[in-house]
């Protein structure tokens, strides 16, 4: 996998990827990468050169950041190529937002908001085709979750690639139905084990080519770090269409979909935002189906 990868990319593994054993010295968050590449950005150059004889010092101090961490973050190529030779024999790809192989939906869409990594297992291709986005919050009505999964069944009847987020009751139900139907899955995770590439049945669909799992979560990151809150704006970056599936009274939402639905329902075209942007709900609704609806989703 390190001599795949362009040494944008491994400058980029460098300041932001968790390797283990970081200590004091935690990779850089987006908000921190961003203003380092804005300032190579200005400079005409590109994240390969933090790699050469670039002035680390004064372009940390420019962005804010501590030379002495940017440095050490830099410093720690040797321990990358043990954790590339690991996560390639896990069969997990990376992709930078340096590079062009980067999914441009997410690119587009997200813009600087688009994690500086996305790590994955599975069919990439995938992730360029679209799909329906079947996402909710934490618990969801036993109702609404057999509906959902029906829409998951229709989708993948008319040949549309089914997304779904974290490892939440819903999501494992709508991917059942997908591989029971051969259909398509891009599952959107939250941590960066990517752990359910092990379950049989997903081993079996990631070997056919029928499903892909991604997060923007290194494999080596501690489990309560990093921002839940990419998921449910990756979801949305990859679909074409989505079903918001309100959740019970005691509904979480710790992938923070309400949010990333909402700016999506946003900047869909007024004239489709009912096709595109549907809704499961009852009769009593949250206050984020109150604001989709002001804002033309369908029922």
Not at 102 to 114: D, F, N, Q, T
Not at 211 to 230: C, H, N, W, Y
Request: hydrophobic fraction near 40%; proline fraction near 4%; include cysteine.
């Amino acid at each position: 996998m390190s001599d795949s990868l362009a040494d944008d990319a491994l400058a980029v593994l460098l300041l932001c990827a968790f390797q283990g054993g970081e200590g004091k010295h935690y990779p850089l968050r987006l908000a921190e990468y961003n203003r380092i590449a804005t300032i190579l950005y200005r400079r005409q150059k590109r994240p390969a050169f933090l790699l050469g004889d670039a002035p680390v010092h004064e372009i940390a101090n420019s962005a804010q950041v501590n030379p002495g961490r940017l440095q050490w973050l830099l410093d720690r190529r040797i321990n990358l190529g043990f954790c590339l030779e690991e996560w390639q024999r896990k069969g997990f790809w990376i992709s930078a937002r340096s590079d062009k192989d980067y999914p441009e939906r997410i690119r587009s869409r997200m813009r600087i908001g688009a994690p500086s990594l996305i790590f994955g297992t599975g069919n990439q291709t995938l992730l360029t085709n679209g799909g329906l986005a079947i996402i909710g919050p934490d618990q969801i009505p036993p109702g609404r979750s057999i509906r959902a999964c029906e829409a998951a069944r229709v989708a993948v009847k008319k040949g549309q690639t089914v997304i779904v987020t974290g490892h939440l009751k819903m999501a494992k139900d709508l991917v059942k139905v997908a591989q029971e139907h051969s259909g398509c899955v891009i599952w959107v995770l939250h941590d960066g084990s990517l752990r359910l590439r092990l379950e049989k049945r997903n081993r079996q669909a990631l070997s056919r080519g029928q499903m892909v799992l991604i997060t923007a979560q290194s494999p080596e990151a501690p489990r309560k770090t990093g921002d839940r809150g990419f998921v449910g704006s990756l979801a949305t970056a990859l679909a074409d269409e989505l079903i918001y599936v309100d959740g019970s009274k005691n509904s979480k939402d710790q992938f923070r979909v309400a949010s990333a639905v909402l700016r999506y329902a946003q900047t869909a075209e007024r004239a489709l935002r009912s096709k595109v942007c549907r809704l499961l709900a009852g009769r009593k609704v949250s206050q984020s189906i109150e604001q989709l609806r002001e804002l033309g989703a369908g029922s």
